[in-house]
T-cell receptor, first 112, second 112 residues
Framework: GEDVEQSLFLSVREGDSSVINCTYT??????LYWYKQEPGAGLQLLTY?????DMKQDQRLTVLLNKKDKHLSLRIADTQTGDSAIYFC????????????FGKGTKLSVIP | NAGVMQNPRHLVRRRGQEARLRCSPM?????VYWYRQLPEEGLKFMVY????????ESGMPKERFSAEFPKEGPSILRIQQVVRGDSAAYFC??????????FGPGTRLTVL
């Protein structure tokens, strides 16, 4: 089945850019998602990208997809202390598949 | 439009008791998913339901766990005869179709 890998920790200074990386194994992953989880809270959908796209930008967030290497990244520009959270990458295969397969999450710490 | 509602937010049970977790999807959403998150782990898919139908329960443990989404009322995840290993956060998500899943705040189950 699908396997999604993420580095566990990332620490950046306020105002810098953060880049959170994710690799996945299932080449049939058609949809790839980024979720944010703050302590004790549920998951907030940040953005998602279809596999026929290379890049998607939404305000401070930029998602890059390298299908050849099965690598996904989330860049947060001008990182703020409120961005401190755990970020989960998730993949879903195409039509007929409903399960999201999640990585273990990357804990982003923003240093003031 | 209220988000996905889950209750209770925290549930404590003794070994051998039953746990009932409730999920009310967002208005207009007919697809419900349950995921389990163990400490320091990503979310693992359990079951996908539409009204009165279980579509995919491939992630559900074979025994003690059941789920339903009746015609009226919330979706229920039921765990019978709970054991310590059932302690986890249980998240419900809903979607209007297949692409986006919106998550509730979760129910944190502690088994003593």
């Amino acid at each position: 089945g699908e396997d999604v890998e993420q580095s566990l920790f990332l620490s950046v200074r306020e105002g810098d850019s953060s880049v959170i990386n994710c690799t996945y194994t299932d080449s049939s992953s058609t949809y790839l998602y980024w979720y944010k989880q703050e302590p004790g809270a549920g998951l907030q959908l940040l953005t998602y990208i279809f596999s026929n796209m290379d890049m998607k930008q939404d305000q401070r967030l930029t998602v890059l997809l390298n299908k050849k290497d099965k690598h996904l990244s989330l860049r947060i520009a001008d990182t703020q202390t409120g961005d401190s959270a755990i970020y989960f990458c998730a993949g879903r295969a195409g039509a007929g598949s409903y399960q999201l397969t999640f990585g273990k999450g990357t804990k982003l710490s923003v240093i003031p | 439009n209220a988000g996905v509602m889950q209750n209770p937010r925290h549930l404590v049970r003794r070994r051998g008791q039953e746990a009932r977790l409730r999920c009310s999807p967002m208005k207009g959403h007919s697809h419900v998913y349950w995921y389990r998150q163990l400490p320091e782990e990503g979310l693992k898919f359990m079951v996908y339901l539409q009204k009165e139908n279980i579509i995919d329960e491939s992630g559900m443990p074979k025994e003690r766990f059941s789920a339903e989404f009746p015609k009226e009322g919330p979706s229920i995840l039921r765990i019978q005869q709970v054991v310590r290993g059932d302690s986890a956060a249980y998240f419900c998500a809903s979607s209007p179709g297949a692409n986006e899943q919106f998550f509730g705040p979760g129910t944190r189950l502690t088994v003593l």
